[in-house]
């Protein structure tokens, strides 16, 4: 599902956007992600995955129009989000803005 959202809201994976980290981080905005999720079900059979995601949003300068895309992304798939407010990042240079959503996978 955030492999969905970061793609309609115009990131490339791999180019601008991956999970956890770049190695070498792209000179324009760009986002990691992470997803930690519960599993269970009756009778033994685990088949209810939620998910708890986690997008990191990153720019040397704010890019309003990414975190507009962002969250564009998310009404338009009708996902519930919390957005953190936007906050410098002194020893990367960077500003960093934290959107955290909910999904459920049957």
Same mark, same amino acid.
Request: glycine share 6%; proline share 8%.
């Given at each position: 599902?955030?492999?969905?959202? *970061?793609? !309609? #809201?115009?990131?490339?994976?791999?180019?601008?956007?991956?999970?956890?980290?770049?190695?070498?981080?792209?000179?324009t905005t760009y986002?990691?992600?992470m997803d930690s999720y519960d599993r269970r079900g009756a009778d033994n059979l685990n088949l209810i995955k939620e998910h708890g995601y986690t997008?990191? *949003?990153? !720019? #040397?300068?704010?890019d309003k129009q990414a975190e507009e895309r962002i969250e564009r992304s998310l009404d338009n798939l009708g996902i519930a989000y919390e957005k953190q407010e936007r906050y410098w990042l002194e020893s990367e240079g960077l500003y960093q803005v934290i959107y955290n959503f909910d999904y459920m996978e049957k």
């Open positions: 599902m955030v492999k969905e959202v *970061l793609t !309609s #809201a115009g990131f490339i994976e791999g180019k601008t956007f991956k999970e956890c980290r770049f190695l070498k981080p792209p000179a986002a990691v992600y997008i990191e *949003l990153y !720019s #040397a300068t704010p």
